[in-house]
């Protein structure tokens, strides 16, 4: 017969001992909250320190942001690193150059991102076989900064020839040859000259002074011509003859000064002077002033020289200080109180000068690759700058990280040419 087992009835605990397990459950959670405050505190500090640490680290610094695409200093530099072997620029290169090689880098990583990001708009993107085809065939390493570089690149042909397909083989152009000459009356002269069996040509390389548009120009459609007043002329005026225009807002690489010294004291001089855009108004000037005309009052009217005071007062002034090594040669040769004769600067800019637009024939002609590569150029930089203009771009590079990110990559090739 089994053994029957002895059961035994609950007992219900008193207070004593409810007021015990209580103070022991109290006593457990205060130890479990502790313990997990101490373990977020120790991770938020952790925590804390690594950002710290890495947010005070100038090569996690974001220094060009495009449209959310972040670009820290650590990029930045090896992108330089990587133009600097693909260009074979040695230390001195960066050494010398190294503003301009910065400006150059920063440049390309915006409008290479640029690229990327607007190029899917007109269903171009690069796959991975073709980048790393392409990496291969050049020898570059899969980087961060040799595939972007290497993306844009592909990005823009892909870009340029989808362009380039839009154009026509021909169309309507103009072949002209022009000048900028500085007043009416070298216009003139130039006419003259060219009626009476002179070379237009030889005489816009002597007496232009754009240097950009000057001579035999070819055939060149309305939207590649130096302008509207030049345009007009070459698609309305009459083939064989030369067209003369004025335009006030033209910049010429040449200007007259007109110069009083009224006093010497060792190498320095007290002096006022005037810049026109002109010999021939220079002269009309300098006759004023003999004629008693206010020097003061003359250069607050006619003077192109920009500086804090209009009356043409320079103050005391020492060789090199005008950066011009023309108005030097006279300004410290000059007798006191004498007023020079007009003295010709190649080394400023003025504004004012007449167009002569010589139109040599018209008509419907096929693009020359030059022409259609100008014509890619323009719908291509429309096309991206309408992107730029939707899109948000900055920039956080100033003169101190570029130096900053030039010294590094100096301090790199240092060590490895060691």
Not at 75 to 91: K, R
Not at 219 to 243: C, K, R, Y
């Amino acid at each position: 017969m089994a053994k029957k087992q002895k059961i035994t009835p609950d007992r219900t605990p008193t207070r004593h001992q409810r007021s015990k397990w209580q103070r022991q459950m109290r006593l457990r959670r205060i130890v479990i909250i502790a313990a997990a405050v101490f373990l977020v505190g120790i991770g938020s500090w952790v925590g804390y320190g690594v950002y710290q640490e890495r947010a005070n680290n100038p090569l996690n610094q974001v220094v060009i942001d495009v449209n959310g695409v972040k670009f820290d200093m650590r990029y930045y530099i090896n992108a330089i690193a990587a133009y600097t072997n693909m260009y074979g620029w040695n230390s001195s290169v960066i050494s010398n150059y190294g503003n301009v090689v910065a400006d150059l880098v920063a440049d390309n990583i915006v409008n290479g991102e640029s690229l990327k990001q607007a190029a899917p708009g007109l269903n171009f993107t690069v796959t991975s076989d073709e980048l790393n085809t392409a990496l291969k065939q050049y020898g570059w390493p899969n980087s961060p900064a040799y595939e972007d570089i290497m993306t844009a690149t592909l990005l823009d042909k892909k870009v340029s020839d989808y362009f380039g397909a839009q154009l026509p083989d021909s169309m309507e152009q103009a072949h002209i040859q022009a000048a900028l000459v500085e007043s009416e009356d070298v216009a003139n002269e130039v006419i003259t000259q060219v009626n009476a069996g002179g070379n237009f040509t030889a005489l816009a390389n002597l007496l232009s002074y754009n240097s950009s548009v000057k001579g035999d120009l070819g055939w060149l459609p309305d939207e590649l011509m130096p302008n509207a007043l030049v345009a007009n002329a070459a698609f309305n005026g009459t083939i064989g003859q030369i067209s003369q225009i004025y335009d006030q807002a033209a910049v010429k690489d040449v200007g007259y000064w007109l110069i009083q010294v009224s006093a010497k004291q060792g190498n320095q001089i007290d002096v006022r002077a005037m810049l026109l855009g002109s010999e021939t108004e220079a002269e009309q000037i300098k006759a004023d002033l003999a004629a008693g005309g206010n020097f003061s009052a003359l250069a607050a009217e006619h003077s192109q020289y920009q500086s804090n005071n209009s009356t043409g007062e320079l103050g005391w002034k020492k060789k090199g200080d005008m950066k011009s090594t023309a108005f030097d040669n006279v300004a410290f040769n000059l007798p006191l109180n004498q007023v020079s004769d007009p003295v010709k600067d190649l080394s400023v800019h003025t504004t004012g000068g007449y167009w002569l637009v010589n139109l040599v024939d018209r008509g419907n002609v096929a693009l020359s690759d030059t022409v259609k590569q100008k014509l890619i150029d323009n719908r291509y930089n429309e096309w991206l700058g309408n992107w730029t203009k939707q899109n948000t771009i900055n920039t956080y590079l100033d003169a101190t990280k570029k130096q900053w990110a030039i010294n590094q990559l100096l301090a790199a090739m240092s060590s490895t040419s060691s």
